[in-house]
């Protein structure tokens, strides 16, 4: 029998150096060594937990400022106006294909800034949270490598797990794929 | 600031007054060329050699010496023809246009941090001479312009010889070495462009602050300062209309108060009854004195809460008559007369017409209309290949003009006017019109159409078809033209222009392409519609027709929804599905009409079912955002005065969109055994197409009966019951479009399913047989087997 599991092992294997590596980075906002500061919000049964340094400002997303924006991919909710410019509204947990269902009452929106790399480019967009985001402390000997049950999009952005399952996003990663941006080739 | 950062300013400076300088040589060379009055020339020369003057000056000011002797020989050229001693042949003005572009090229290369080579500049410089030489008339003994170097003003004596010489053959008499080192050796007075020259030097100098013209009295300003106020300008508007909305708001407060006020007087005569009642009871009487209060203040509030929004109001309709002002300046500020765009043609017409061996003359009218800048940007590209086109596939060569008894030159046409809020370009030519036939067969050769369809496709569609990509009906490509790429530009740029395009063609007569586009694109008309509970918007120029249809004016036509509008039959789409929303399901008796809107883009039009309109406005265009760069079906998006964010739709994508829906109905889908053989009539007055048709039904597992026409069919009707008929029309007897009347006037048939199937492809045909009755209309052009039996299927299963 042809072992499955070596594949898994494989990944696993990645997973862990990666964690590691999270662990080892010296993490700009901190002011010890072992903590990272991170915002963290949940999306459906997910937690996520992003690094401040993208991130702008946050928003609560009221009804009337926000629109549905038509044949866009399924990770685009819509789009948003904070102070007279509109930005798109990313679901984080859909673009990583962790399917889950909406619930825009409490809603807020972090508005993420950054260059690519390595074109420089500005990115501006936003990514919805289902709650107020909080910031958090974690404890950097707590996280742990992603689970191998993600999808490939996931375990890319994935940075790694915390003890209490606030998964660490990528944001300077995610900042930096083209697959974010929707453009199509001929309309 | 140190001298590297001044150069770098100089520099830059420079190479905005070479362009200028370059745009004048290029425009006043052509000019050159024509037949004009003696004056008219000695102007002309003037300015050109003032132009050559300024560049040389300049240059070497700047220290960009190639150019400067470049310009100086072209400076030389000009004032021998100036004086006489030169004529203004083809050759000549060819040889200064190549400088001009040299001097072009210097820049663009000095800018990457290069140069020209010496190849380059020896050949044009060889060139320059030879003409200088070959045909000086006669000997000059001196020049008249002290400014330049006297060592260099021996004049060379006229070889009738050197008549011959052509660029690179210089006589071996004169070495063209002999100029160059002298140019070089310059006195300091050359420096000094303007004192001792007899012509004033009126043009920009390269260290003055901001460079003014002499056509009127105007200031250079960066574009980017323009373009920060036009966006200022967009959010003023945007608070304005917040403004407005809270004047709305405010006016609901008051209307609340209103209510209020009218509740308390109502029950003024209980407080009256009461108050008789208050005798002895303190509390009673307190609040009855309460109520007094109260009813006074609130008198009192509802008084300035009207007063105020008297001058709220009043203050508003001023901010408003402020701001529309204000952005109409700021709107004219960023519009450009056309002829900037326009003066860059007549030289590319004259190289390209020279290339392929047609004389053709560009004729500019309306140039000085202007047109928001970043309109103008937008067209560059379009119009460049509309008359790239115009002269390729147009103009003929001159002998088969002569042939068709026109003239030997071509004429093309380029006019720009105003009309309303649109601009209107017209590119036109006196060629041989578009080969309509020969568009057809490319189509079906890139299989954009199928041998079937290209029979029966119209005027507009075979248009329409020209703007495709991959579509190519010249033999051999020619650059872009020939690629087939070019039309399909021209689309799309006029999609992002919001714009629209009609085209007039006739065999031999010539074409023209009429081209309609908004004045600006930073704010926008709109129309705004509902769609499955969204609000979006839709540009008031892309919008035809609106309409509003009861459910039962809705039509089908070859199984789909089609509405008749002038007299034509449009296919209805749905505009939620298009926009992939979910389709609102109206209730069953729900006899609320239908909202239909037209769109029309580049050359096509179609009509999309909405939900409901709600009204036009004016609003600011935004993008979606730099993760949004290109979303099908929309163009942007913009925030109204309540702050709630709107797309705004691209009609042009959308009616793509359209077609390529309803393209997919030709699915192939899985044919059921049939249990019970469903009965089919064909009525046909050919044999063949009656045999094809039953053999087709019958594969199928139809039973099928015939009849040869109108009359036969009927009496078949009588004796037998079908479950489906397919009638043609052209039929002896009785043909038909009378054949179905009889049949729906019959109460037995009234829902028989009737499919005529014919050659007559007109709109007018296709609304009788609607009229008539019947359910599907196919056209024998498009019929094949697929489309017969889909239909049935889908009448009948």
């Known amino acids: ?187 | 600031m140190d001298r590297e950062e001044l150069q770098r300013q100089l520099v830059a400076t420079f190479r905005v007054e070479l362009e200028e300088h370059a745009a004048a040589l290029n425009k006043g060379l052509l000019e050159l060329e024509k037949n004009l009055s003696a004056e008219e020339k000695d102007e002309l020369l003037k300015t050109l050699f003032r132009s050559a003057h300024s560049i040389k000056g300049s240059a070497r000011a700047v220290e960009l010496k190639d150019i400067s002797t470049v310009a100086h020989k072209m400076e030389d050229v000009l004032g021998a023809l100036k004086k006489g001693d030169l004529a203004p042949s083809s050759r000549l003005v060819d040889g200064l246009l190549r400088a001009t572009d040299l001097l072009t090229e210097a820049m663009r290369l000095h800018l990457e941090g290069g140069g020209l080579t010496f190849g380059a500049r020896k050949s044009v410089m060889s060139e320059l001479d030879g003409i200088l030489r070959g045909e000086l008339r006669h000997k000059k003994d001196s020049r008249e312009e002290p400014a330049s170097d006297s060592s260099r003003e021996k004049p060379k004596p006229a070889k009738p010889k050197s008549a011959s010489a052509k660029g690179e053959d210089i006589p071996s008499t004169v070495k063209p070495k002999g100029n160059l080192p002298k140019s070089h050796a310059v006195s300091k007075d050359e420096l000094e462009v303007d004192t001792p020259s007899p012509i004033k030097n009126e043009d920009a100098k390269p260290n003055s602050g901001f460079p003014r013209d002499t056509a009127g009295d105007t200031i250079r300003v960066k574009t980017e300062k323009l373009d920060a106020l036009m966006a200022g300008m967009g959010e003023l508007l945007v608070a304005r209309m917040r403004m407005e909305q809270r004047l709305g708001e405010l006016k609901s407060v008051q209307s609340v108060l209103g209510v209020w006020e009218k509740r308390w007087r109502k029950s003024r005569p209980l407080k009256r009854a009461l108050d008789r009642k208050k005798e002895g009871n303190s509390e009673i009487a307190a609040l009855l004195e309460f109520f007094s209060i109260n009813e006074n203040n609130l008198n009192s509030v509802g008084r300035n809460i009207n007063r105020l929004s008297e001058s709220l109001e009043s203050d508003y309709r001023h901010l408003a008559l402020l701001t529309d002002d204000m952005q109409d300046g700021v709107r004219r500020v960023r519009m450009v007369p056309v002829a900037t765009l326009f003066d860059l043609f007549p030289r590319m017409i004259r190289d390209i017409g020279r290339e392929k061996g047609k004389e053709v003359e560009l004729v500019l009218e309306g140039a000085e209309t202007e047109i928001d800048r970043q309109v103008l940007e937008g067209l560059k590209d379009p119009l460049t290949h509309l008359l790239r086109n115009a002269i390729d596939h147009g103009i003929e060569t001159p002998d088969d003009r002569l042939a068709k008894g026109k003239g030997r030159k071509g004429i093309i046409r380029l006019k720009a006017l105003q009309s309303g809020n649109h601009i209107v370009l017209e590119v036109s030519d006196d060629g041989r019109g578009i080969n309509l036939a020969a568009v057809r067969r490319a189509a079906v050769k890139n299989n954009l159409i199928t041998p079937a369809d290209a029979e029966t496709l119209g005027l507009e569609e075979t248009i329409d078809l020209v703007f495709q990509s991959g579509l190519s009906t010249h033999v051999t490509v020619t650059d872009l033209s020939g690629r087939g790429v070019g039309m399909d530009v021209v689309r799309e740029q006029l999609q992002k222009l919001h714009g629209q395009v009609k085209t007039h063609t006739e065999v031999d007569r010539g074409t023209a392409f009429t081209l309609i586009l908004p004045l600006t694109l930073a704010t926008s008309h709109v129309l705004m519609l509902s769609v499955s509970g969204e609000t979006l918007a839709v540009p008031n120029t892309t919008v035809e027709r609106i309409l509003q249809f009861k459910p039962e004016e809705i039509r089908r036509m070859e199984g789909k929804p089609a509405v008749r509008i002038d007299g034509r039959a449009l296919p209805l789409i749905s505009m939620a599905e298009i926009l992939e929303l979910p389709v609102m399901e109206s209730a069953e008796n729900d006899n609320k009409k239908i909202g239909v809107v037209v769109l029309g883009a580049v050359e096509k039009r179609l009509a999309f079912q909405v939900d409901d309109f709600l009204g036009a406005q004016e609003v600011v265009v935004k993008n979606l955002g730099s993760q949004l760069q290109r979303v099908r079906n929309i163009a942007g998006a913009t925030i109204l005065g309540t702050g709630q964010v709107v797309m705004i739709l691209n009609p042009g994508s959308i009616i793509y969109s359209a077609q390529g829906l309803r393209g997919s109905s030709l699915l192939k889908k899985v044919r059921v055994k049939k249990t019970v053989v469903k009965k089919v009539l064909v009525v046909d007055d050919s044999i063949t197409t009656r045999t094809l048709e039953r053999n087709i039904l019958e594969n199928a597992g139809y039973a099928v009966s015939q009849a040869a026409d109108g009359l036969e069919g009927w009496e078949k009707m009588q004796e037998q019951s079908f479950d489906a008929v397919v009638f043609d029309i052209e039929m002896p007897r009785m043909n038909g479009f009378q054949l179905t009347e009889k049949v729906r006037q019959d109460n037995r048939f009234e829902h028989l399913p009737i499919v005529l199937v014919t050659s007559l492809e007109s709109p007018e045909d296709k609304l009788k047989g609607m009229e008539a009755g019947a359910d599907v209309y196919i056209t024998k052009g498009t019929f094949d087997q697929q489309e017969l039996l889909e239909t049935i299927e889908r009448l009948i299963g």
């Open chain 1, 1 to 187: 029998m042809e072992n499955p599991l070596s594949a898994d092992v494989e990944i696993q294997k990645v997973l862990e150096n990666r964690a590691r590596a999270l662990a080892r980075t010296d993490d700009a906002a901190s002011a010890e060594q072992d903590v990272l500061r991170l915002l963290a919000f949940r999306m459906g049964e997910e937690r996520f937990g992003v690094n401040m340094n993208y991130i702008q400002e946050i928003q609560p997303l009221k009804r009337e400022m926000w629109s549905l924006v038509p044949c866009t991919p399924n990770f685009i909710v819509g789009a948003v106006n904070i102070r007279g410019r509109i930005y798109s509204i990313m679901n984080i947990a859909a673009y990583l294909e962790i399917g889950t269902e909406l619930n825009m009452e409490k809603a807020h929106v972090l508005l993420i800034r950054g260059e690519m790399k390595p074109s420089r480019m500005l990115m501006e967009f936003c990514i919805l949270a289902e709650d107020r985001p909080k910031l958090e402390q974690v404890s950097l000997v707590a996280v742990q490598p992603a689970r191998g049950t993600l999808s490939s999009k996931g375990q890319e952005f994935v940075q790694g797990v915390t003890s209490d399952m606030l998964m660490i996003l990528d944001l300077e990663k995610l900042i930096s794929h083209s697959s974010i941006i929707v453009r199509e080739e001929s309309i």
